[in-house]
């Protein structure tokens, strides 16, 4: 009964209903975006630093992962120190880089990471394989097909470029045997990952047993805490890093986008909680007569609060439904923008859908749709029947 | 490079500058200043590589950062030092990263970019107006961002809009149909709408403006303090309250119309009984 009441009630005035779900679904949507870009960047930065299940990572000290051009010497002891610390259980060293391939008049310039394959965590192989002498290399889907080679072929790469004598330095003859996807690279950026040691030889004396970067994963039941504090005191002149830690250092850079996300999404419901009160309002005072009378006859109050707390539910609900299929599509859309900050990697999402993203979205807009009509509804059904009666019957 | 120093900065204690020599100048950030409790005046040791032997400088001056878009996410500090002392400390030779060219005139800048690339040995020179566009692609993005939650802001403004004018004008359906039955004519009450319409918009816009006054110096004084920039990161500026006014104008005009055609076509007496009369109920009754 209740609800036909309140089904009648919205479809009186069918185009304002209309209107008022429309609102609805627009705040809504906006509201969903801003849920989704609170925490999609979280999690998908989350994610993709436990892709592969390193929880720690070493820099140079004072600085974070490929921040700088700074590396840590030694990188042999360094992995050996590691070894022996209680709960590590892989240790995967990196070593930062480009690599100049040319290809006749041209040169094509990429990214270049030095790994060990064994341990390696910075790519999946998608085709081909793993390199596994020192003169292989994998490289990205941009790398390939700017350059224009297929698995298997052989390019004349360098690690360097000499600009007082105009000549590549570092130079090797490599072979591509495998296509991989990068996890840490932006979706454009050309990528290729050879040996570590080879890069190293590439490199010169510079980088002679040197590393940009260590990824740690620990054993399974160890505290990552405590490995990572056993880390520090081992190797004081490196910056461990832990998941926690780069989470808080990217939520502190990326602040801007979370308090824009809470202010809009505030706004958003602020507005959709605006739209319903002032419909269900207006809903009231058009039918103060017909309040009236249910009450003459004998209606509780608490009926008539709850046929009309219906009604801005019932917009909101209908309004939060379409307002979230909307919002997945603006949320695509917004996300190709900030998709193409220069550098951001691939794997990173601004707006990540999450079910308890919609979920939350939906709580909030049936707790905004409730408070909106509880007050008109109660002023409504609070009047003198008497004297209300008396005034609607002059008019 | 200047990250390691600065990293050496912190932890560092071992001097390799000979007693006899004079200090050296550095200028350093401010910000370096107020979080390692470094004033002007100071002794610092400074090295390429933490715990390594490093140079004893002297600090001169501080230096607050440039309202520059492209170092606010910049966590780093920074230093200013001579270029010999730097050369020196990193073991970096008689080179340079880049030198900066200034030129007389735009013509002699494109002369002087062509003859350089043409001719100098090793290097490549590139005009600053190009290198600003490359760094400022991030701060592209974001605008675009910005633009495309204004849109769907306008979208939710204007079904607001059109929703408080369609029930601010179905609550006076009544004195309507009076006026029309007292024979005012339909355009003259679609434009008294139309004014009262342009009269909500225009006040709600120009209390938007205050508030969005406020809320431009509420933000800028977060954000400045939060990145510690003098950069300003919200403008009011009069075309953005033109624009904001316009739109809002236009929208609630529209609002306003639309709203007005639908108080002036249904007939006079079904406005002021309050009651939809059904075509198919008159048809069955006769």
């Known amino acids: 009964m209740l609800l036909r009441l309140a089904w009648a009630a919205l479809t009186r005035h069918r185009s304002r209903t209309l209107l008022a779900v429309l609102g609805v679904a627009v705040s809504a949507a906006m509201l969903l975006d ?152 932006a979706g454009d950026q050309r990528a290729a990952a050879v040996p570590i040691a080879t890069l190293q030889a590439m490199q010169g004396e510079r980088a002679r047993d040197r590393a940009s970067l260590f990824m740690i994963r620990a054993a399974t039941g160890a505290n990552v805490d405590t490995v990572l504090a056993s880390v520090e005191r081992a190797l004081p002149n490196v910056s461990a890093v832990s998941t926690e830690t780069a989470m808080r250092q990217v939520d502190e850079r990326l602040s801007y986008f979370r308090q824009l996300a809470l202010i809009l999404g505030a706004v958003s419901l602020a507005v959709g909680f605006l739209l319903v009160t002032t419909l269900v309002s207006v809903s009231v005072n058009e039918r103060l007569g017909e309040i009236v009378v249910m009450r003459a006859i004998g209606v509780a109050r608490g009926r008539v609060v709850a046929q009309i707390v219906l009604e801005g539910v019932g917009i909101m609900i209908v309004g939060a439904v379409v307002g979230l299929a909307l919002g997945l599509v603006t949320a695509r859309y917004l996300n190709s923008i900030l998709a193409s900050f220069p550098g951001l990697p691939a794997a990173i999402d601004f707006f990540l859908f999450e079910p308890h993203d919609a979920w939350s979205a939906l709580g909030m807009l049936v707790v905004a749709g409730i408070l909106a009509g509880i007050y008109p509804s109660w002023r409504g059904a609070s009047l003198p029947i008497a004297t209300t009666l008396r005034d609607e019957a002059i008019g | 490079m200047i990250a390691a120093l600065l990293a050496a ?90 030198f900066a060219v200034s030129a007389r005139s735009d013509s002699s800048t494109t002369r002087a970019i062509r003859r350089i690339n043409d001719e100098a040995f090793g290097f490549q020179a590139y005009r600053s107006r190009d290198i600003a566009v490359e760094t400022s692609r991030t701060f592209l993005v974001v605008t675009r961002f910005h633009r495309a939650i204004g849109v769907i802001t306008i979208v939710a403004s204007a079904i607001f809009l059109l929703c408080i004018m369609l029930l601010k004008v179905d609550e006076r359906r009544r004195d309507v149909a009076a006026l029309r039955l007292m024979g005012i004519s339909a355009g003259t009450i679609v434009r008294s709408v139309m004014i009262e319409a342009a009269l909500v918009a225009v006040l709600g816009s120009l209390m938007g403006v205050g508030i969005g006054w406020l809320t431009s110096l509420g933000i800028n004084w977060h954000y400045r303090a939060v990145y510690r920039t003098p950069l300003a990161f919200s403008v009011v500026t009069p075309s953005i309250v033109a624009l904001a006014v316009t739109l809002s104008l236009v929208l609630g005009l529209a609002a306003g119309f639309a709203a007005a055609q639908r108080l002036v076509r249904a007939p006079a007496l079904e406005l002021l009984s309050g009651r939809r009369e059904d075509r198919r109920d008159l048809v069955q009754a006769r």
């Open chain 1, 34 to 185: 801003m849920v989704m870009l609170s925490s999609g960047m979280r999690a998908s930065f989350r994610n993709m630093l436990l892709a592969k299940g390193f929880q720690l990572r070493l820099a140079p000290k004072g600085t974070l992962p490929f921040d700088t051009d700074a590396t840590i010497p030694d990188a042999t002891n360094v992995i050996r120190t590691l070894h022996a610390i209680p709960g590590v259980q892989t240790v995967s060293p990196v070593l930062g880089g480009q690599l100049h391939v040319s290809l006749g008049s041209r040169t094509v310039t990429a990214t270049a990471i030095g790994i060990d394959p064994a341990v390696q965590g910075d790519y999946d192989i998608t085709a081909g394989r793993a390199p596994a002498s020192p003169d292989e290399f994998v490289a990205n889907d941009t790398f390939i097909r700017d350059a224009r080679v297929s698995l298997g072929d052989t390019v004349a790469a360098a690690a360097g470029y000499d600009p007082q004598l105009r000549a590549f330095a570092g130079r090797r003859t490599l072979r591509l045997v495998g296509r991989a996807h990068f996890l840490y690279m």
């Open chain 2, 9 to 98: 900065f912190a932890f560092q204690t071992i001097d390799s500058v000979p007693s006899h020599r004079a200090p050296r100048s550095v200028a350093i950030d401010a910000r370096l200043a107020a979080d390692a409790h470094v004033a002007i005046g100071d002794r610092i040791i400074m090295s390429s590589t933490p715990g390594g032997p490093g140079d004893t400088v002297i600090v001169t001056a501080l230096v607050r950062r440039r309202a520059d878009p492209s170092e606010v996410a910049r966590a780093e500090y920074r230093v200013r030092m001579h270029l010999d002392e730097l050369q020196s400390l990193i073991g970096y030779g008689d080179r340079v990263d880049r």
